[in-house]
Structure formats: structure tokens, C-alpha cells
């Protein structure tokens, strides 16, 4: 079964699937990786290293990615780096390398929502825990959240009510673009379904919610834009709180 570690296996039976063990443990995984950079951000963010170990969570993200597309283009199937997901972690390189307010308004949503989302409503493509896509899913997806949520506590970055609205155009302006690529995608090689964003086709794992393409759209953008909104409210609410933690450990 573990000779087949670096192949292209499809099993749904022993992959993540919802309400499963599996999904179970995303959702916990999901927990952790929203705990560990909010608790000990700070620990990180004072140490001599702290410049390396940016480099090192860089050069992982860009493995990771490499990972996936090579992965994929070996097993003859297309691969662009066109997912919200991939989104996340170029902005999230961008934001390693330059430390920079503006990317992190836009990495705060993508990384984070992106990164919950697919944890907790996993479309992982039924590849199993003995293949490693099943682990690079979890590791990428967890990363993508910790890298803004790092900034947001050790840095004390914060997004605006206007860089919330701005993420949120952005998407709406960039969602077509990917909509028709995934059409002209699927017109060059008619064996594969390319549904990047998850917006030209309804995924299977929803299919027993939604039969009309333009309802689940339209209740897809809406779900973005009230995560974000929520994830606004939540973020700067705690500000107060937050900050008497930052001082205090800075007077450590």
C-alpha cells in the first residue's frame, strides 16, 4: 500500500471524506494551526532567528507548491497555480519577504478563510492517507493560515474595514477570470474537469445541497463575503486585548 506514497491513487474510501474520522481531524488540525501562531508568535518574533526562520517557512511554501504541480504534470494532469489556495501562498511568500501591510490585507483573507475553509470542507480528490497528497492537503493548507496569523500577533498587523472591501472586489473581479479559464482549460483537454476556485462546477461534495450552478455560485460569493466580514469583526475586537498581551511580553 505505501509503495504507492508518490503515485497518483484515487481511494475516497480511505481519504478524507465528510464526517469521517479523517474530516474530524482536519477540523482539529485547523483548531492547532489557528492556536500555535497566536500563542507563541511572540516567541518567534524575539528570537535572533527569527529572519532564518522566515527563510525556511519561504522556501517550505515553495516546495509545497512545486510539490503539487509537479506531482500533478507527471501524472498527466494540467496544473496552474490558479486555486485560492495557491493565491495564498504566493501573497504569503511576498508577505515573508518583505514584512509589507499592504499583502498582508490581502494574505489575512486568502490564507486564513482559504486555509480554514478547505480544512473544514475538505475537496481533497479522494487521495488517501497512504498517498502524499492526503498530507501535503493538511500541511499546505495549515501553513497558508499560520503565516498571516504570525504577522497578525507578532507584528501587530491589522486589516481595515476598507482592505476588507477591497479583498472582496478583488475577488469578484478575479472569479470570472478564473471561471473562463477553467472553460478554456476543459475545451484543450475534454478528459479533465479544471475547476479551480471550485466556481465552474459544483464539487461532489455538495452536489446533495445545491443543483443549480447559479444558486451555489451566488451562495458561494456570499459565504466569502460574511466570512470575511466576520473575520474583520473578529480581528479587530480583539485588538485591546491583544495589544495588553504584546506589551506585556515585550516587558518580559
Same mark, same amino acid.
Given at each position: +500500500?505505501?509503495?504507492?506514497?508518490?503515485?497518483?491513487?484515487?481511494?475516497?474510501?480511505?481519504?478524507?471524506?465528510?464526517?469521517?474520522?479523517?474530516?474530524?481531524?482536519?477540523?482539529?488540525? &485547523?483548531?492547532?494551526?489557528?492556536?500555535?501562531?497566536?500563542?507563541?508568535?511572540?516567541?518567534?518574533?524575539?528570537?535572533?532567528?527569527?529572519?532564518?526562520?522566515?527563510?525556511?517557512?519561504?522556501?517550505?511554501?515553495?516546495?509545497?507548491?512545486?510539490?503539487?504541480?509537479?506531482?500533478?504534470?507527471?501524472?498527466?494532469?494540467?496544473?496552474?497555480?490558479?486555486?485560492?489556495?495557491?493565491?495564498?501562498?504566493?501573497?504569503?511568500?511576498?508577505?515573508?519577504?518583505?514584512?509589507?501591510?499592504?499583502?498582508?490585507?490581502?494574505?489575512?483573507?486568502?490564507?486564513?478563510?482559504?486555509?480554514?475553509? &478547505?480544512?473544514?470542507?475538505?475537496?481533497?480528490?479522494?487521495?488517501?492517507?497512504?498517498?502524499?497528497?492526503?498530507?501535503?492537503?493538511?500541511?499546505?493548507?495549515?501553513?497558508?493560515?499560520?503565516?498571516?496569523?504570525?504577522?497578525?500577533?507578532?507584528?501587530?498587523?491589522?486589516?481595515?474595514?476598507?482592505?476588507?472591501?477591497?479583498?472582496?472586489? +478583488?475577488?469578484?473581479?478575479?472569479?470570472?477570470?478564473?471561471? $473562463?479559464? $477553467?472553460?478554456?482549460?476543459?475545451?484543450?483537454?475534454?478528459?479533465?474537469?479544471?475547476?479551480?476556485?471550485?466556481?465552474?462546477?459544483?464539487?461532489?461534495?455538495?452536489? +446533495?445541497?445545491?443543483?443549480?450552478?447559479?444558486?451555489?455560485?451566488?451562495?458561494?460569493?456570499?459565504?466569502?463575503?460574511?466570512?470575511? +466580514?466576520?473575520?474583520?469583526?473578529?480581528?479587530?475586537?480583539?485588538?485591546?486585548?491583544? $495589544?495588553?498581551?504584546?506589551?506585556? $511580553?515585550?516587558?518580559?
Amino acid at each position: +500500500m505505501f509503495s504507492n506514497f508518490f503515485g497518483y491513487v484515487i481511494d475516497p474510501e480511505r481519504g478524507v471524506r465528510l464526517f469521517t474520522w479523517h474530516h474530524y481531524m482536519l477540523i482539529g488540525l &485547523a483548531i492547532i494551526a489557528v492556536f500555535l501562531p497566536l500563542k507563541y508568535a511572540h516567541v518567534i518574533y524575539k528570537s535572533k532567528h527569527e529572519t532564518k526562520i522566515r527563510n525556511i517557512v519561504f522556501g517550505w511554501l515553495v516546495t509545497l507548491e512545486i510539490i503539487y504541480h509537479a506531482h500533478n504534470w507527471l501524472n498527466g494532469e494540467l496544473s496552474f497555480p490558479l486555486h485560492i489556495c495557491s493565491f495564498a501562498v504566493f501573497m504569503s511568500l511576498a508577505l515573508l519577504k518583505t514584512n509589507s501591510q499592504r499583502i498582508f490585507e490581502f494574505v489575512f483573507f486568502f490564507g486564513v478563510l482559504g486555509g480554514i475553509m &478547505a480544512l473544514l470542507v475538505p475537496f481533497s480528490y479522494g487521495f488517501p492517507y497512504y498517498n502524499i497528497r492526503y498530507w501535503h492537503f493538511i500541511l499546505l493548507h495549515m501553513t497558508i493560515i499560520m503565516v498571516p496569523l504570525y504577522y497578525f500577533k507578532a507584528y501587530q498587523f491589522r486589516v481595515t474595514l476598507r482592505a476588507t472591501y477591497k479583498t472582496f472586489v +478583488m475577488v469578484l473581479l478575479v472569479a470570472p477570470v478564473i471561471y $473562463n479559464i $477553467n472553460k478554456l482549460l476543459s475545451r484543450l483537454d475534454s478528459t479533465t474537469s479544471v475547476n479551480y476556485w471550485f466556481i465552474s462546477e459544483i464539487p461532489e461534495n455538495v452536489e +446533495m445541497i445545491f443543483s443549480n450552478h447559479l444558486i451555489y455560485v451566488t451562495v458561494l460569493l456570499s459565504l466569502i463575503y460574511v466570512s470575511q +466580514m466576520l473575520l474583520y469583526k473578529i480581528s479587530n475586537r480583539n485588538n485591546h486585548v491583544i $495589544n495588553i498581551e504584546h506589551n506585556q $511580553n515585550d516587558s518580559l
